[in-house]
């Protein structure tokens, strides 16, 4: 008896020994970028964003720093990182941005919501537009509503745990001129269903093409449109997703 006791206490050990090893051995980094001195409910996402990102780093084996300090875009820093997650911001000085060009020509990867993507004729930076596959903010819907999306591919490893089509809680949507999908190196992912037009009160999206979510093929890279409030991340299937692109864009050699 005593020895069976001792057997169960060295294995208890053992197990919550090697379970200590296994999770201090990441296998890549993220550093999360994001802002608070910017629109209430993009700041909000973003404080949902980062508990859900320790959330997940906590039982996926990766590491995740964040920081509003968006100087910390230089080479030196992102060396250390395989990903970089942009929460409802993007950067606005030229060396920030060289820096990120410099860090997703050679290696990097990148995971962008909401206005992380956004830009228009004064943001003055063309290699993001590029970047994001010739995307150019158009218009949005408003007030923020739920809107059901269609999976363009279920077989992607970003997808591959998505239904056919799902509704998407709570958000402020995009719509991009030209659309991304004509791109021949972007591959869309999820698409607003045309069945949610009109979309909007105050200001309405009546038509047109509406990819949510995309990836250009010649970086690692996803965006998401998703963002805007405090419900962006009450839906299983969707928070299934956001774990999937950061893992595959972590883990993406
Ligand atoms: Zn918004």
Redesign the pocket.
């Known amino acids: 008896m005593r020895s069976l006791t001792l057997i169960g206490w060295l294995t208890i050990t053992f197990f919550s020994h090697s379970k200590k090893l296994f999770s201090q051995t990441p296998e890549f980094k993220v550093l999360a970028f994001y802002a608070t001195t910017v ?1 209430k ?2 700041v909000d996402f973003a404080g949902d964003a980062l508990h859900f990102f320790a959330h997940l780093a906590s039982k996926d084996r990766f590491t995740i720093d964040s920081t509003v300090e968006w100087d910390k875009l230089n080479e030196e820093t992102l060396k250390n990182y395989q990903l970089v997650i942009w929460v409802n911001e993007f950067p606005h000085t030229e060396a920030q941005r060289r820096a990120f060009e410099h860090y997703m020509e050679h290696g990097g990867a990148w995971l962008g919501f ?2 992380a993507g956004y830009n228009d004729k004064d943001t003055n930076w063309p290699w993001l537009v590029d970047f994001l596959g010739g995307a150019v903010f158009y218009t949005n819907s408003w007030p923020p509503l739920a809107a059901r999306l269609v999976v363009d591919d279920r077989n992607h490893p970003v997808t591959r745990r998505l239904p056919a089509r799902f509704i998407s809680p709570i958000n ?1 949507w995009y719509l991009w001129k030209p659309s991304p999908r004509l791109n021949k190196n972007v591959k869309v992912l999820v698409t607003l269903d045309s069945a949610n037009y009109p979309l909007g009160k105050k200001d309405i999206i009546k038509n047109g093409d509406l990819p949510v979510v995309w990836t250009n093929t010649q970086f690692k890279m996803v965006y998401m449109n998703m963002g ?1 409030g405090d419900q962006v991340l009450t839906d299983s299937f969707q928070n299934n997703m956001i774990e999937d692109a950061i893992l595959w864009l972590g883990r993406k050699k």
């Open positions: 629109e409910d993009h909401h206005v402020e805007h």
